[in-house]
């Protein structure tokens, strides 16, 4: 199946710069790539996707980019708060097939 | 309001006994998953479902089973529990078309003692 590289594991910033996560697939028909945010203690939540027919998306704060000939995808926080701080999930998936999740970075924002 | 619920939230269960986690959804999604997380480590997938009675393995399915009999249900099922079953688990679903988006439950904790 679908293997989804994800790094940093853990990443610190300053509050108020910018924080990026980057990932990568292996498998050319991935098409659909969601980013999902985990609070402590709370279930994931689905925060910005994108599909392979784009190649920027951005929602507020949050823009994900998607170069599909390198087989990568990226999460930027711009104007990073503390409220940011939580574990990041990146993930890819064919059509209606399983999401196969990337294994997380932690997101520290430092006040 | 879409929503995955699962119950019990918190279980402790001693080694050897068998374990019943319950999901439901509400949103009449086909397929629906179950996920096992580690403290500070990613989504592992135990199993999935694509619909009442059509069940498969994820990536660490030994030590457990599903049930599907209703399509707003799916169980998972631990037989002879084990102290490295002590995680929490997931359970999520999805539509089939249009929006991809796995909405996930709230979460069971699990402690096998």
């Known amino acids: 199946g679908e293997q989804v590289e994800q790094l940093p594991s853990i990443l610190r910033v300053q509050e108020g710069s910018s924080a990026s996560i980057n990932c990568s697939y292996e498998d050319s028909a991935s098409n659909y790539f969601p980013w999902y945010k985990q609070e402590p203690g709370e279930n994931p939540k689905l925060i910005i996707d994108?599909?392979?027919?784009?190649e920027r998306k951005q929602i507020q704060e949050l823009i994900v980019l998607l170069d599909k000939k390198a087989k990568r995808f990226s999460l930027h926080i711009t104007d990073t708060q503390p409220g940011d701080s939580a574990m990041y999930f990146c993930?890819?998936?064919?059509?209606?097939?399983?999401?196969?999740f990337g294994d997380g970075t932690q997101l520290v924002v430092k006040p | 309001d879409m929503k995955v619920t699962q119950m019990p939230r918190y279980l402790i269960k001693r080694m050897g006994e068998n374990v019943l986690l319950e999901c439901g959804q509400d949103m009449s999604h086909e397929t629906m998953y179950w996920y096992r997380q580690d403290p500070g480590l990613g989504l592992q997938l135990i199993y999935i479902?694509?619909?009442?009675?059509?069940?498969s393995e994820g990536d660490i399915p030994k030590g457990y089973r599903v049930s599907r009999k209703k399509r707003e249900h799916f169980s998972l099922i631990l037989d002879s529990a084990k102290t490295n079953q002590t995680s929490v688990y997931f359970c999520?679903?999805?539509?089939?078309?249009?929006?991809?988006?796995?909405?996930f439950g709230p979460g069971t904790r699990l402690t096998v003692l």
């Open positions: 479902s694509y619909d009442v009675d059509s069940n």
């Open positions: 994108i599909r392979s027919n784009m």
């Open positions: 999520a679903s999805n539509r089939d078309w249009g929006s991809y988006e796995q909405y």
């Open positions: 993930a890819a998936s064919r059509s209606n097939n399983r999401i196969f």
